[in-house]
């Protein structure tokens, strides 16, 4: 009697002390659920937060390469090192000199650190007549003032040079936009040249691409193609780009002159 009820007694500890367990296992997979959830949705905001912060910076630096472009004719010089300064030869953009680093400094704002420097490119078409020119880095006389002239190598000198570049047939040699993945086609700097840009300002976060670069596919250190600001992020690439024509700052220059 005795053993049958101690045998009855173990069977019911045996059964509370399973429950207890399989109560304890759930409360760890909920638990565990629970953090990856967090944690998932920590990385989703931290990721959506860093690409705001990017296109923030992007936004920004179109609006100091207008207020340039406005104040002194030309837009600035790309820098051939990250250290915010235009590449100049005796006080103008080094002949070549498309594809490089923004130049923070020379534009006037505070040079960020490495992760956040932006890749820019500018068109340039030189040409020894001045009214045909298209150098669009380089402060010219192309509507025939003299020195004294209220418009003497103003934003209308650029005006000029722009409306220059809209008329050059395409070249990829020079500063282009490819597609976006949707109505502008692929993205794809090799079979989808899109559009020459006046400028084009390329702001990379991370690593998409896994290439140990911070510059996504289509973008390279050593290309003048960017993809068109309007491409989604996507898998391999969260580069933020800002970029406009030759025609769409002309028309943004022509509506901000006094």
Avoid: K
Wanted: proline share 5%; net charge negative; with cysteine.
């Amino acid at each position: 009697m005795s053993r049958s009820l101690d045998q009855q007694r173990w069977r019911v500890c045996a059964r509370q002390a399973g429950f207890t367990l399989l109560e304890l296992a759930v409360v760890l997979v909920v638990a565990g659920l629970t953090s990856w959830a967090a944690f998932s949705g920590y990385t989703t905001v931290s990721q959506e937060q860093e690409v705001e912060r990017g296109r923030a910076q992007a936004q920004e630096l179109q609006a100091v390469l207008r207020a340039f472009a406005l104040r002194n004719g030309r837009l600035p010089c790309p820098a051939a090192n990250p250290d915010g300064y235009e590449t100049v030869t005796a006080g103008s953009c080094s002949a070549g000199n498309q594809l490089g680093w923004f130049p923070y400094i020379s534009v006037g704002l505070e040079l960020p650190t490495d992760r956040l420097r932006a890749r820019y490119s500018v068109f340039r078409a030189a040409n020894a007549v001045a009214a045909l020119d298209a150098d669009l880095a380089v402060a010219l006389e192309r509507t025939g003032d003299t020195v004294g002239d209220t418009t003497y190598l103003d934003a209308t000198d650029l005006i000029v040079a722009l409306n220059n570049a809209s008329a050059l047939a395409f070249s990829s040699a020079r500063t282009y936009l490819t597609g976006d993945a949707g109505a502008a086609g692929a993205i794809d700097c090799a079979s989808n040249q899109v559009m020459a840009a006046a400028y084009w300002v390329v702001v990379p976060l991370q690593d998409r691409s896994g290439d140990g670069e911070r510059l996504d596919p289509p973008h390279a250190m050593t290309s003048l193609c960017a993809a068109s600001p309007s491409a989604p992020l996507r898998w391999n690439s969260d580069d933020v780009v800002v970029a406009e024509s030759p025609a769409q700052l002309a028309g943004w220059l022509r509506q901000s002159m006094p």
